[in-house]
């Protein structure tokens, strides 16, 4: 992997390009331009407060920017996953091997993704069983758990980290959070794209495991929040279907009767190309269903 640290200047660049912006829409109200321009492309020092002002206008604070400045980026934590993905389904290294090795990552450096980069990984070879085995991975949770504990303010990075792993938190504090965020929409902050997109990942997360725990209500409340959203955003028919899916699966467990409006939404995504969501949602809604009777004859 390149260790190579960029500049402060080519991150800014690179982090405006990510969110769609300008450089007339990152700088108008801080900065000019042409200021903005030579700070990217000449890598000239920069004050701190006029950093801060920028950084803020695309919701990144600076401790964020020191861990993507150390080249753990939301995309190298993607590369991260595929190298493991890659070294298991090789057969080179066992699920064990690999916790050990992203243990020795966190020592060295203390970046809880990580840990966190594990247990998503761990999650998806596991799938069910992960509920059973958790006790395998008390050192990731204990660690995770402990970080989000001293997080005061959710940048991008604690965001989509904690996205990732909701499954080891209890629903309280599911909810805690996503109240502290429909407060701010409320309030009419400003969020940048990649902001909302994790803050959407986190919602549907959070709807899946609530599902998953027979936490009807719960899910209902968190699913009425996204109307808080106004989402201009490029993909915003995916996330807007994801939701109609969302209300769909919710009725269907409720009433424990089929909803002809699923499979109207599966055959939208696969209009859109998204064959293997469709697939992946079929198998879910199969999976939620399932899981709900079955829970409803034990009670009886």
């Given amino acids: 992997m390149n260790t190579h640290k960029k500049s ?13 912006l300008t450089q007339v829409q ?23 407060d ?27 934590r993607k590369e991260i996953y595929k ?41 998806k070879i596991l799938q069910e069983d992960i509920k059973t085995q958790l006790n395998t991975y008390t050192y990731e949770a204990e660690h995770i758990k402990k970080y989000f504990k001293t997080v005061t303010q959710y940048t991008n990075y604690e965001i989509s980290i904690m996205a990732s792993c909701l499954f080891l ?8 959070l996503i109240g502290e965020w429909n407060r701010k929409i409320n309030k009419k902050n400003h969020f940048s794209f990649q902001a909302i997109n994790n803050i959407l990942v986190f919602y549907f997360n959070a709807i ?17 929040g996204l109307q808080l959203y106004d989402l201009d955003l490029p993909n915003r028919i995916y996330y807007r279907l994801m939701e109609e899916y969302y209300r769909s699966l919710i009725v269907m467990i409720v009433q424990e ?34 899981l709900n009777k079955c829970r409803d004859s034990l009670q009886k």
């Fill in 208 to 224: 899946q495991i609530c599902l998953e725990r027979k936490d009807i209500n719960e899910a209902s409340k968190i699913l009425k």
């Fill in 50 to 76: 006029l950093l801060e002002k920028l950084l803020s206008r695309m919701n990144i604070d600076l401790y964020e920017l020191q861990i993507i400045r150390s080249n753990f980026s939301y995309r190298n």
């Fill in 257 to 290: 009767s089929p909803d002809n409006n699923i499979k109207r939404i599966y055959d939208f995504f696969l209009f859109l190309g998204y064959k293997k969501k469709a697939e992946v949602l079929k198998k879910n809604t199969e999976n939620l269903c399932n």
């Fill in 8 to 20: 402060v200047g080519e991150l800014l660049r690179s982090m405006r390009k990510e969110r769609g």
């Fill in 169 to 176: 938190f209890g629903t309280e504090t599911i909810l805690m």
């Fill in 26 to 48: 990152l700088s108008r109200g801080i900065c000019s331009r042409t200021t903005l321009a030579t700070i990217e492309t000449n890598n000239s020092s920069v004050n701190i």
């Fill in 83 to 123: 190298e493991l993905q890659l070294k298991y389904v090789n057969g080179n290294i066992s699920l064990e091997k690999l916790q050990e090795e992203m243990q020795e990552n966190y020592k060295k450096n203390g970046n809880i993704a990580y840990l966190a980069i594990f247990m998503v990984f761990a999650k």
